[in-house]
């Protein structure tokens, strides 16, 4: 998907946060799918979703078998987290300066009220990036 391909002129629905929430914990689906999840789960007012360090990592986590017949959930490294928000980023699903404790939805995919969400820099982050 492109940017160039969505209008802000789309029509609007509501979602919800908890259906969001629950895709994104599902280590069945694939990692994207779940980044963006969590970041519609989390969204506040400009688009921001913000995450306690190390959270967004075991929100993601992945299935792995217990020996036993079963399994656990791992916590994704954070490098995988990483590479997962640049790779949906470089689609448009989210800004780039997003990061792991603040994932940044696109301003044309966010509305509240009447007036589209502009991007605004994250307190959180350091210095020189939004």
């Known amino acids: 998907m492109s940017k160039r391909n969505i209008s802000i ?4 629905t509501a979602v919800s946060q908890a259906y969001d929430d629950a895709t994104a914990r599902n280590p069945a689906l694939g990692t994207d799918l779940r980044l963006v999840a969590a970041a519609r789960s989390r969204m506040e007012y400009g688009g921001h979703a913000h995450f306690k360090r190390g ?3 075991v929100i993601l986590s ?5 020996g036993v017949g079963g399994y656990v959930l791992e916590p994704l490294h954070r490098t995988t987290v990483k590479k997962a928000i640049d790779r949906m980023a470089d689609a448009g699903l989210l800004v780039r300066g997003s990061w792991s404790e603040d994932l940044i939805l696109p301003p044309f995919s966010v509305q509240f009220g009447s007036k589209q969400a502009a991007v605004t820099r994250c307190p959180k982050k350091p210095k020189g990036n939004l």
């Open 9 to 12: 002129a789309d029509t609007w």
């Open 55 to 57: 959270e967004l990592a």
């Open 62 to 66: 992945k299935a792995k078998a217990d």
